[in-house]
């Protein structure tokens, strides 16, 4: 090697590798097929909310509750519900959800309950619980997955009609139904009603994010419910209904013209009926006169008589725009159903006495320590109805009468909310406040309901409710509620948009403590609610709701009048408190008074006594006033 030569080091020959076949693409097209929507999520049931034993339990209650609730309330029939939890094994368990609902149809039992993304509502505006059609088909599945076991299905019509029984599985290559056994037989103790058995593999405990805690919130939410609930190894819970009436009944609306994108526009106008552009416009879309579809054509630059087959992309785009371009109505709002301010405050009255009996139940029993069947007997449910109802008619409540607040304590912040304050004007603010006495604590409760609102086209409402003092802890984070269409959400609270809104509301304003992006400090209990014709949720889970700033403003703008009232009622309380301390510090030097005077003017004991006497009338006086 010569001088400054790089060093070059060659690697000792090594066996010679094999030449990879090369595969053409058409072996490759053999490989591709069609993936069945059940198949999918098969091996991706985590996506809706079966990832782990004790959540798809949780999940498949939920679902069977949330079409149980639906039925009822578009037949009108005020809800009655049983829900039973059977232990049968160290980790498998036999749900069973039954409704007083309208009955499914025979035909259409083993498509609802054997078939993924079939059902009634995703094609519809207008507010419900369910949306895809994936729910109970997919608990179903889970069963099936994990157990082998197929549906029980039983469901009734009418009065003198047959019930119908089905055994249902799932062909998840195919996603559809197979029945491995169908009857019929009378069902004389129900006139009309469905009832879902499904078998799982699950884990039951209670505390947070437990079945327990979801059919303690759905009564929350749903006040006009009756609900009986069957526990393993507890004693059963009765939540009675606490208001006879059914929500709003909701109407079916179009699509608003804000809400449509190009494509879907494009999609529309292929498959119209409609002959020129005018009518199309009108027959497929909301708040659309005759005199808007002409300002739309106008501003679209195109005719208003102009053919439907003749609109290529280019004319598409132009009226994709003329709609952008013209001030359309807001869509209507009779197809949402908000739980209202009355159902709310009846609601958070009826959780604060479960709450508290939940307190005093016996601690759970150990398995084998006595039949299950036991806890279902008749008797125990009639004296935990009794217990609830009692509970409940011991409850008082104080209308807190509203005052004016003071200018010196408005906050730059409650200020700017003034201009937008256009939903609570006119409102008799007292009748949402009230002061509720259970067992003794007093709790302030207050609820607002905001005015409907707009994203993207779709009409949506918002509520806020909140509960401060009584058996919370005061030294707790607040315990929020989210509810998306009456339903409670458990998971994914730091994702929600309901979560990131109440954390902006700036508590320290109302007297609450808070810490920099924290959820507020205190004996506080916070409800927020979403009712909208689509719930943009994160996921098919239903979890979490997205961060839309005009739900997360309206949200916003609706804790922020609760926490107004809040703040009213915690420096009224605060001025009553030092106005005691006063009174009791002026109490206890008064005979000393007495005594200082009678030395001054010479005073008899008998007029010292009657000096004090009136001093301490005076007092009494004022503190009444």
Known sequence: MEPGEPLVLTPPPGPKSKQRERISAEKLSEKQREISI?????????????????????????????N?????????????????????????????????????????????????????????????????????????????LTTGKPVMVTSKTGKGKPAHHYHITIDTKANKPLIPHEDEFEWPDKDHGTTVEIEMEATYKGGRRSVDEYIQQVALA????????????????????????????????????????????????????????????????????????????KNAELSADLGVRKVGQVEAERLFKGISATKIMAPPTNCLAPIGEPAMLEGLKALLVQRHLAADEPEEREEGEGPQIALFDTKSVSAAEEKVTAALGAVTTIVEEDEEEDETEQTAEVASTEADADADAGQDVSANTKIIDVFGKSTFVTAVTRGPRVYRG??????????????????????????????????????CAMTQAV?????????????????????????????????????????????YDEIITELKFALQECGRRLSRHIRRRRRAAEADKKARYIEKYIPHIGMALQEILSLTDSKRDVVVDRLTTLLERSRKM
């Not at 059940?38 to 782990?52: C, P, Y």
């Not at 609902?101 to 009634?120: D, E, H, N, R, T």
């Not at 806020?464 to 994914?492: C, H, I, K, S």
């Open 68 to 144: 149980s609730l639906d039925a009822c309330e578009e037949a009108g029939i005020l809800p009655d519900l049983v829900v039973r939890i059977e232990q049968l094994a160290e980790n498998r368990f036999k749900m069973m959800v039954e409704d007083n609902g309208p009955g499914i149809v025979k035909a259409q039992i083993p498509k609802v309950f054997g078939k993924l993304l079939y059902g009634s509502k995703f094609h519809r505006l207008r507010q419900s619980r369910g949306q895809q059609g994936i729910g109970i088909s997919a608990a179903g599945m889970y069963g099936q």
């Open 222 to 297: 749903n006040p006009h419910m009756h609900l009986t609930y069957y526990r393993p190894h507890k004693p059963p819970v009765v939540y009675p209904r606490v208001t006879p009436e059914l929500p709003p009944e909701t109407k079916e609306i179009k699509p608003h013209p804000y809400g449509v994108e190009l494509g879907a526009l494009m999609r529309l106008l292929r498959d119209s009926t409609a002959r020129s552009l005018s009518g199309f416009l009108q027959a497929e879309f909301s708040r659309v006169s005759g005199a808007v579809a002409a300002e739309i054509c």
């Open 38 to 66: 059940s198949e999918f999520f098969t091996k991706n049931r985590h996506l809706l909310g079966f990832d782990n034993a004790s959540r798809a339990l949780l999940t498949s209650v939920k679902e069977a509750v949330d």
């Open 503 to 547: 954390v902006r509301a700036n508590w320290k304003t109302y007297d609450v403590q808070q810490s920099r992006g924290a959820l507020p400090n205190g004996p506080l209990l916070v409800l927020v609610h979403i009712a909208s014709v689509w719930v943009p949720f994160t996921s098919e889970a239903k979890e979490a709701v997205a961060h």
């Open 458 to 495: 779709n009409p949506f409402q918002v509520e806020a409710a909140l509960a401060y003092g009584g058996d919370m802890p005061p030294e707790d984070l607040a315990t929020v509620y989210r509810f998306a269409n009456r339903v409670p959400l458990l998971y994914q609270q730091g994702a």
